[in-house]
């Protein structure tokens, strides 16, 4: 086994896919880094099956699986009235 080889793991947002050789990725770094989006603004979700689970927590590491699917979900402004 060649240990200089990195494994790419693939994973999707919203529908579009990413490559990472990294197993272990924060909220934040998911965000901002693949996703392109502002953190403060948008909430990541991860969808498995039928179940949604929302990280709330910008810095929470999550261990990279293939095939992995999560959605951005956009924090929208409230209207003012």
């Known amino acids: 086994m060649d240990k200089d080889k990195v494994k790419e793991i693939v994973f999707f947002i919203d529908k ?4 990472s050789t990294k197993q272990h990725l924060s909220v934040r770094e998911i965000l901002q880094d693949y996703a392109k989006e502002d953190p403060n603004e948008t909430t990541l979700v991860l969808r498995k099956g039928n179940d949604l689970h929302k990280y709330t927590n910008l810095d929470e590491v999550i261990t990279l699986e293939n095939g992995m699917k999560f959605i951005a979900y956009h924090n ?3 209207p003012v009235s």
């Open 76 to 78: 929208g402004p409230t």
């Open 16 to 19: 579009e896919q990413f490559k």
